[in-house]
């Protein structure tokens, strides 16, 4: 008779994060055979190329190139999705879950793009969908987030989420690595996404934002929603006016649940030296989650590569694999219906720090001054160098000011005729 704790995989995609998910379930198989009570087999592998040179050895006869060999298998169970990209990952998925296989993904793209339809797809079909991985790598921040904090009502979420991003700027703070330099680092060591256009746009950050606040609010938010800026735009100057200033910048995921909406974004902000977040460096992500009488709990570990990701997907396959044996596939999908508007983004608040480029003659300050008093908003520090150039950069930290007004100010203060650019805006943390 078969062994019904016998779980059966088939496994989609095998690079970076997919060649740790094998080794664990292979080479390491037996302590977590043990542990768990269940063996994990899998039977098949699906990639582009069988011929290429990868980390993990699995026998050539277990590749595929067609996903159908996998999707369409009676014995296989569970399908692991680490392919990368929204399609064809997404109908994939699709696919798996109609045919009652329980899922578990990496894929923060396909979950907050089609994450709402999916997850009604699983429990339709009694399969369970699981996708801790696809935020913060090693952290366990989903489930906790769904289960242990369950009696709390979540206020705010504020984290660094992307390793890639927190990895460059770590570079160029520290080490005086330039943008390209530390960018190709991180790429080598496997924690960039197979396209980094997504993470250094904010974008990879912006779809974990939308998880993490579609399941501490309720309300299935898109990453497409969340307002987003990227890295690119950093000087090293800026890091080192940072640095002067006691500030470093991260690149900071957001979401808030007030009153008058939820409020999602991601940006570059520079941290206050007090702030929880201000020493979390290199691949490491943190997550600060407020809850409205837990206070403050921060999850913190290693946010991206193949090892940190694969322990999350594993123990997704344990959860999925208890699923499948007890016959209680689908039971737990988060309810994401909870009616709550988006904020505009003119009507958030925040500090700033600006970095002004200016000629340097008598009535340049007032002129701005004038401007930024004229529009509600107010200045916390204002620096400028002695300096013997015609040109010269003015550094700015505004007190809370409204968005919207800060642009109206900033659009005034750009025509003024002594101002030459406005070099610079980042968010501050407080
Ligand atoms: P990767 O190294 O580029 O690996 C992707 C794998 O999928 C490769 O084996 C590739 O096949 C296969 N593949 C891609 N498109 C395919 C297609 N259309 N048909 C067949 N096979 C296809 O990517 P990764 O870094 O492992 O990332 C995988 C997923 O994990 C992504 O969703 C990513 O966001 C997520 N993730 C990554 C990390 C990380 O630190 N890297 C952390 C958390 C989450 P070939 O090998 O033949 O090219
Ligand atoms: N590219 C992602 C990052 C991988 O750097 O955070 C982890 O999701």
Redesign the pocket.
Known sequence: MKDKREIVIGL????????QVYHALTEKGDALSEKTGFTYRIKRI?????D?A?QAKPPRELFV?Q?NEILEDPEIKLVI?????LQ??AAHIEKALEHGKSVV??????MATHGEKLLMLASKHNADLFFE??VA?AIPILRPLQESMATDRILQIVGIVN?TTNFILSQMTHEGKTYEEALKEAQKL?????DPT?DVTGM?AAYKIAILASLAFGHYAKGEEVLHEGIQGISSLDILHAKELGYRIKLIAKAQCEKDGLSLLVAPTLIPPNHPLYNVEGPYNAILVRGERLGDIMFYGQ????V??ST?IVSDVVHAAKNIVLGTSGKSIPKLDNPISLRSPESLLSRFYLRIQVEDRPGTLASIAQVFAEEEASFSAVLQRENTARLTDILFLTHTVREGSLQRALLRVRKLPSVKEISAIFRVES
């Not at 699906?46 to 069988?50: A, D, E, S």
């Not at 496997?190 to 197979?194: D, F, L, N, R």
């Not at 946010?303 to 193949?306: D, P, Q, S, T, V």
């Open positions: 989609l995609g095998l690079g970076t994060v997919g060649s699906l990639v582009r190329n069988p290429k990868r190139t996903a999705e680490v392919l990368g990209g064809p990952a993904t990496a894929n923060k793209g396909v991985a696809s790598g390793g496997g924690y960039a996404e197979p997504f990879d946010g991206a590569g193949g940190p990701t999350a």
